[in-house]
């Protein structure tokens, strides 16, 4: 089955501090990956997305690209800011039968000035 | 335009009472979702929707749970004889159409505590 692995938080940085937060993933087909964020109080909302090999995905300074070779999605910013803590969600949708999202367990960055 | 909806945003009841969810998706979207966030168990899949019909009720974990959808619009999902391990985010979505490209977007979630 599929299945996602993101690294386990909390992470906490300095703003202005580099981000990365690691995701693998299992899927069977070709998956369309996805990072959702989740502020303090807040719904998910989609931050990016990339639907194949060699994409990548980009918003509000964030970036991710999808490498088939290593089933990685990884999250980067070069500059965190303190509005950017939050739980951050790698996804997957293997493109068939029902398209749901497979998510993993979130990753909590905290931001401090 | 508005987003997606859920009501109530907080529910609490007592174990064995039934419990129903509603969800209003964006307007014009044909596929909806159910999930369910808990501590435990992370973001799980409950159920999915194309217009009216639920082709896969793969993730309602026991058949105390069900769901429907009415005018290819709102969603109701309802939970029986509720257990106190039905605690949980009960979130819906909804994606434009059908496809593992699309981007489904969330409502904010119903908080649902079972005494």
């Known amino acids: 089955g599929n299945s996602v692995t993101q690294m386990e938080g909390p992470v906490t940085l300095s703003e202005e501090a580099f981000l990365t937060i690691n995701c693998t993933y299992t899927?069977?087909?070709?998956?369309?990956l996805f990072w959702y964020v989740q502020y303090p109080g807040e719904g998910l909302q989609l931050l990016l997305k990339?639907?194949?090999?060699?994409d990548k995905g980009s918003n509000k300074g964030f970036e991710a690209t999808y490498r088939k070779e290593t089933t990685s999605f990884h999250l980067e910013k070069g500059s965190v800011q303190v509005s950017d803590s939050a739980v951050y969600f790698c996804?997957?949708?293997?493109?068939?039968?029902?398209?749901?999202?497979?998510f993993g367990k979130g990753t909590k960055l905290s931001v401090i000035p | 335009g508005a987003g997606v909806s859920q009501s109530p945003s907080n529910k609490v009841t007592e174990k064995g009472k039934d419990v129903e969810l509603r969800c209003d998706p964006i307007?014009?979207?044909?596929?909806l979702y159910w999930y369910r966030q808990s501590l435990g168990q992370g973001l799980e899949f409950l159920i999915y929707f194309q217009g009216n019909s639920a082709p896969d009720k793969s993730g309602l974990p026991s058949d105390r749970f069900s769901a429907e959808r009415t005018g290819g619009s709102v969603s109701t999902l309802t939970i029986q004889r509720t257990q106190q391990e039905d605690s949980a985010v009960y979130l819906c979505?909804?994606?434009?159409?059908?496809?593992?490209?699309?981007?489904?977007?969330f409502g904010p979630g119903t908080r649902l505590l079972v005494l």
């Open positions: 979505a909804s994606s434009l159409v059908s496809g593992g490209r699309e981007t489904q977007y």
């Open positions: 307007s014009g979207h044909t596929a």
């Open positions: 899927a069977t087909g070709y998956p369309s």
């Open positions: 990339a639907t194949k090999a060699d």
């Open positions: 996804a997957l949708s293997d493109g068939a039968g029902s398209y749901q999202l497979t």
